[in-house]
């Protein structure tokens, strides 16, 4: 059912225009998640459906965040052995009902709350039928197939767009739909090392090194919800939605940034690896001290100046070799190397205590489960526990940002494969025969 709602929108001349913006109210279920509507805090996103025919990382992290903010997002998932990601342990979160298996995986959990499972194959002509049904209904597609592999099930954006004009159709791939490479698979690391970042990424002297986290796959994942957020705002003025082409490769060379700017303007080779170092800023890396790592941030003369008086070293702040950032650049290996001697001989928490209330930048190097643990993460409620049906209680990072005017929340644990097919079949109006049907036939599970 559809319900017209007014919104203005600014035009370029300053004036106002309003507009009939069709939302649609849709069906939910009750979870252990579940909230009482809170109609002055409604999600930002509420009322709009994703189809969700991604996998892995990338796509289901941006279609996560959709969920985060209120779309009722639908996974497609292969009806016998779902997200690959599922497979992708340990660590598990065990099954606590004697179900078979080893549970749900870390890696699974991280990108798949707010959204429901249907598990379903489109390689029949009934899981393509269904597919089609579901894309009449969406605003939203998010798939990340080769370029072109969709065409042959009539999933492609050309034929969906005939059937629904108003569907953002949200393509996430390694290389793009166009330029020689886009045939090829694309996974992060292989991304990292083509376009530049994991040859700025390790020691000095060392190898390159991917990042710790696959960060390619997530930036992606962050353009591509900034775009859908983008073309339904477009969507809005013109009621025509559009193919999205979202690629790793653009998305990597373009969070380059200054690095490649700096390459662009001074057609010089890049100067390499920094570890935590800087390349144009000095001091501002890590420092070993007694029993850990210390990363300081002596930015400027002034905070240079604060870090030399808290390591009780105020004359070097005068010497002539450190006076300025650019003295500190051309002789960064003495100074890092005194800086260095200093830290080395009191631990970590002194140097916390030292540094605390001077306004120099600095920050303790945790690993994740101190990260995790941390006095401010847990302040910020940026770990919560969900209840999850089978699993019990299990701790999630949360929804990032705060709103103001909205509850952010996580309404639905990550589902079980194909939790949620019955109930979305039963939706789009498939009866209790019709799906014993498809399940005999293996068109879902």
């Known amino acids: 059912m559809l319900f017209p709602c007014l919104r203005p929108v600014l035009k370029p001349n300053g004036f106002s225009i309003t507009f009939h913006v069709p939302i649609r109210t849709l069906a939910t279920t009750t979870t252990p998640l579940s909230k009482p509507a809170n109609p002055s805090k409604r999600l930002p996103l509420a009322g709009l459906k994703v189809l969700d025919l991604s996998r892995v990382l990338a796509g289901p992290y941006c279609t996560q965040i959709l ?10 998932e292969h ?51 269904i597919l089609r049904t579901l894309a009449q209904k969406a605003d939203i597609l998010v798939e990340n197939y080769l370029p072109d592999s969709l065409k042959k099930y009539s999933l492609d954006y050309a034929t969906l767009s005939s059937l629904n004009p108003r569907l953002i159709y949200t393509s996430i791939t390694g290389y793009g739909q166009t330029g020689p490479y886009r045939n090829r698979p694309g996974f992060d690391v292989m991304v990292e090392a083509e376009f530049g970042l994991a040859h700025l990424t390790g020691s000095r002297d060392g190898p390159p090194v991917k990042v710790g986290v696959a960060v390619t796959d997530l930036t992606t994942g962050l353009y591509a919800v900034n775009s859908i957020l983008a073309a339904l705002v477009q969507r809005g003025v013109t009621g025509e939605g559009q193919h999205l082409d979202v690629c790793l490769s653009d998305c990597q060379v373009a969070t380059l940034a200054n690095m490649g700017e700096s390459v662009l303007i001074s057609g010089e080779k890049d100067s390499g690896r920094w570890g935590t170092a800087h390349p144009s800023v000095v001091p501002y890396q890590s420092f070993p001290t007694r029993n850990g790592d210390i990363f300081v941030g002596g930015a400027n003369d002034r905070l240079f100046g604060i870090l030399c008086e808290r390591l009780g070293k105020s004359e070097w ?12 650049v051309a002789y960064r290996t003495a100074l890092e190397t005194l800086i260095e001697q200093e830290t080395r001989k009191l631990d970590t928490a002194v140097w916390q205590k030292r540094f605390e209330g001077s306004g120099l930048p600095f920050a303790v190097v945790n690993d994740v489960k101190g990260t995790m643990e941390h006095e401010h993460v847990q302040a910020r409620g940026m770990v919560q526990t969900i209840d999850h049906p089978v699993c019990g209680p299990i701790k999630v990072i949360s929804p990032p940002v705060k709103y103001s005017n909205a509850d952010s929340s996580i309404r639905r644990p990550p589902p079980l494969l194909g939790e949620h097919t019955d109930e979305i079949l039963k939706e789009i109006g498939y009866s209790d025969g019709d799906i014993r049907g498809l399940r005999e036939g293996k068109v879902v599970s």
């Open 67 to 76: 969920g985060d903010l209120g779309a009722d997002i639908i996974k497609i």
């Open 79 to 129: 009806p016998v052995r779902g997200d690959d990601t599922r497979a992708w342990g340990p660590p598990y979160a065990p099954y606590l009902d004697g179900r078979e298996g080893q549970g749900e995986s870390a890696y699974y959990l991280s990108v798949n709350r707010n959204k429901r499972s249907l598990a379903l194959s489109f390689a029949t002509d009934e899981g393509q039928s």
């Open 317 to 328: 702040a005068s010497d002539a070799r450190f006076k300025t950032n650019s003295d500190r």
